[in-house]
């Protein structure tokens, strides 16, 4: 029950390198179109990059998004996508597969008594895709088709305060990204564990706590509610 659970009610995350491989995703879906072997890690860090810039540029529907980002990737790379596979990655987005830990841990979490809660940068029918991965059925879903924005603005977090009547001394934060999560849900009062799985320099941020994975996170709720 949640009484059980002590200070804490609400675990909300991101959805997108936190509990799906979205990485992996993004390699396996644009690998045909390049002759050699893509490097994951270059991939990453240069598609987030060009995908925080579109999104900087105002807000349309993410599926739109995936198609100008992975476009803008492809011709940098110099191998534009064909037309007629402009939709590669969000065509490809419902197959994307959880990390290996993600739906155990969800399982505990839940079994525990904590709610659970998904911010995504992305569309509805995308989500709910994914969220049939996962294993389990969040409490709340907020996507940026809700609110018009995406993260690091702070529409999602606004969002799903209205809707669980919850607020930030009730609430841990979980993702794996500092520019897009972990500074603004810090910035808001959030207490945040930030999955650093490429063991990452934390600058910039102060997450409470880090872990490699969400494999212990179950633990770290319960060690953070036990603080006085």
């Not at 799906?20 to 270059?42: K, M, Y």
């Not at 240069?46 to 105002?58: K, N």
């Not at 990390?99 to 709610?115: C, K, M, N, S």
């Not at 500092?178 to 941020?205: C, M, Q």
Request: aromatic share 8%.
């Amino acid at each position: 029950m949640i009484g059980a659970v002590g200070a804490t009610e609400w675990i909300t995350f991101d959805c997108y390198g936190t509990l799906i491989d979205w990485e992996g995703g993004i390699v396996e879906a644009l690998q045909p179109f390049i002759p050699t072997p893509l490097d994951r890690a270059r991939i990453a860090r240069d598609y987030i990059t060009i995908e925080a810039a579109v999104e900087r540029e105002g807000y349309r529907p993410y599926r739109e998004v995936l198609m100008e980002a992975s476009g803008r990737l492809m011709t940098a790379l110099g191998y534009p996508l064909p037309p007629e596979h402009a939709d590669a990655l969000p065509r490809s987005l419902p197959r994307w597969r959880p990390f290996p830990e993600v739906p155990g841990a969800l399982r505990r979490l839940q079994e525990t008594g904590y709610r659970l809660a998904i911010l995504s940068n992305v569309d509805r029918d995308l989500i709910a895709a994914s969220i049939l991965q996962l294993g389990i059925r969040p409490d709340l879903v907020v996507t940026a088709e809700d609110c018009r924005s995406y993260k690091p603005a702070p529409g999602h977090w606004q969002r799903f305060e209205q809707l669980s009547g919850s607020r930030p001394p009730k609430t841990v934060h979980v993702a794996a990204s500092l520019y897009h999560d972990i500074v603004p849900a810090g910035s808001l009062g959030y207490r945040t564990v930030f999955i650093n799985r490429h063991a990452e320099p934390v600058a910039g941020a102060s997450p409470t706590r880090t872990l490699p994975d969400l494999a212990r996170l179950p633990e770290t709720l319960a060690e953070l509610d036990s603080l006085p």
